[in-house]
């Protein structure tokens, strides 16, 4: 247990920081087994899956250790209620201080494991930024996925010409050598209780 990243733990929740280049859930095939959750699962039997963060992406990963919370976790999901705060490094610098960027998004078929906008057939997914910082030909963002589309904030900030640091899907080869990771980090969660209601907000220091 002392080998995992622990941030908070109680009767019905489990809270981690997940590092970078780690899956949160298993893949297919035997080689892509290793993952935080089956790790977590090895300690804590009960263990159950909540949400998703993209292997590259670290930060705050929440899972369930009873179905009931587990059920009400999911809920909250379902139903946009859970905030969700993540901190990137993008290429170039917004023109705007702050905005929301609203393209609907599905699977990229033709580029697995790839995702892609489209206007007519994605899914509704919205995103709000905010610049932090920025030095050269990079800043610092503050990201609030309002959605919870599948690699929704890469895809996005690629979209209107400011992808991810070190992206290895949606980053022209010289943006993704301008870090040595994935600069996208899960800074905060924060959502109610299952179990006493209470609002609860985690974080997980930047590595960035």
């Known amino acids: 247990m002392n080998d995992l990243p622990i941030i908070y733990r109680d009767e019905c929740l ?19 087994a290793d993952c935080l959750s089956a790790r977590v699962q090895a300690v804590f039997p009960a263990a159950l899956v909540v ?11 929440l899972m369930a250790l009873t179905p009931e919370a587990q059920r009400e976790l999911g809920r ?24 929301s960027i609203e393209l609907p998004l599905r699977k990229d078929c033709d580029r697995p494991p790839r995702h892609m906008v489209d206007l007519e057939q994605g899914r509704v997914a919205v995103t709000r930024y905010r610049l932090l910082d920025s030095t ?26 400011h992808p991810i640091l070190g992206d290895p899907l949606y980053a ?23 179990l006493s209601g209470e609002v609860l907000r985690w974080s997980a220091p930047l590595p960035f």
């Open 172 to 194: 022209e080869e010289a943006v993704r050598k301008l870090a040595g990771r994935l600069m996208l980090h899960a800074e905060s969660l924060s959502l109610r209780h299952p």
């Open 76 to 99: 909250q999901f379902e139903g946009r209620t859970v905030e969700k705060r993540y901190e990137a490094v993008v290429y170039g610098v917004p023109q705007e201080v702050e905005g």
């Open 14 to 32: 489990l809270v981690l920081d997940k590092p970078s280049g780690l899956l949160a859930v298993p893949g297919r095939g035997p080689e892509l």
């Open 136 to 161: 050269g030909d990079r800043s610092r963002l503050e990201l609030s996925p309002l959605t919870g589309r599948s690699h929704q904030l890469r895809v996005h900030l690629a979209a209107i010409g």
């Open 51 to 61: 949400h998703r963060l993209d292997r590259d992406t670290s930060g705050v990963f």
